[in-house]
């Protein structure tokens, strides 16, 4: 482990880790050596998360669907379900053809990541 502006390294031995890093934790987890050691050692398996740009909506509708509103998948990959029981609903869309090989490089992910999603509302709104 190096801490950020101190030069030393050190060893950290646990028998459990608790790698919490979101979209990047697969990144991080193959920064660790997790995925690179050979067959049959525990190091040998990755952590099968990356990155997936999705647009994701939370929407008020008071008199909307109740308790009993079903978790909806359109084919067009437009889902919405229920969130708690005040009247809110989280709806999105993930959108088609999309390339990850953008992810590979540090500024190809906060370019995905940071890019608009114009269009993606009105899309969401026609499906839901």
Same mark, same amino acid.
């Given at each position: 482990m190096k801490s950020e502006g101190y030069d030393d390294v050190m060893d950290v031995n646990c028998a459990i880790l608790v790698l919490a890093c979101g979209w990047e934790s697969g990144r991080m987890g193959r920064l660790l050596g997790i995925g690179e050691g050979a067959v049959g050692d525990m190091m040998h398996m990755p952590i099968p998360v990356e990155p997936r740009k999705r647009y994701v909506y939370v929407v008020h509708v008071p008199d909307g669907p109740t308790i009993d509103a079903p978790f909806l998948i359109d084919p067009s990959g437009a889902y919405f379900r229920r969130e708690g029981f005040g009247g809110n609903f989280v709806c999105g869309i993930s959108p088609a &053809? #999309? =390339?990850?090989s953008c992810f590979k490089s540090d500024r190809g992910r906060r370019r995905m990541? !940071? =890019?608009? $999603? !114009? $269009?993606? #509302?009105? &899309? #969401?709104?026609? #499906?839901?």
């Open positions: &053809n #999309v =390339s990850y990541m !940071e =890019s608009g $999603g !114009e $269009g993606r #509302v009105q &899309n #969401v709104k026609t #499906v839901v």
